[in-house]
């Protein structure tokens, strides 16, 4: 339906909000991709712009409350720890933690390191060797 893609994606009363070049890029960008098909781009960009929708709504709900008007950045990554459905952005929402939190975690983790414990928390950053 090359007639359904050219009603969708002129005027203004657009059924999509996201760019749709901007997401033909970011598909383009994986090597298993050659040719996009413009109903499955207009999909791609539907099923992303109802997915966000659901990720706020979620995390707006089920935030911690401290702003009731707004959504904040620690609500998102509260959803993403917090929420199985949302865990697999855990790396993209990570919790903000002040640097010097963080120094001494890394410090923590480097004494810990030479004792021989917390080996089992790095897994998920390599490849599984087994």
Do not use: W
Request: with cysteine; aromatic share 6%; glycine share 6%.
């Amino acid at each position: 339906g090359g007639k359904m893609a050219a009603r969708l994606s002129g005027g203004d009363n657009r059924l999509v909000s996201l760019p749709l070049s901007r997401i033909r890029v970011i598909m383009k960008s994986s090597p298993e991709v050659s040719s996009i098909n413009q109903d499955a781009l207009f999909l791609t960009a539907k099923a992303t712009e109802l997915f966000v929708q659901y990720l706020a709504t979620y995390s707006y709900k089920h935030g911690r409350g401290k702003e009731k008007s707004a959504l904040t950045y620690s609500d998102l990554s509260h959803t993403a720890e917090e929420c199985e459905t949302f865990q697999f952005l855990a790396d993209i929402l990570p919790k903000k933690i002040l640097a010097s939190k963080y120094l001494k975690m890394l410090e923590k983790e480097k004494r810990d390191g030479e004792v021989g414990e917390g080996e089992d928390e790095d897994d998920d950053d390599d490849e599984d060797e087994s």
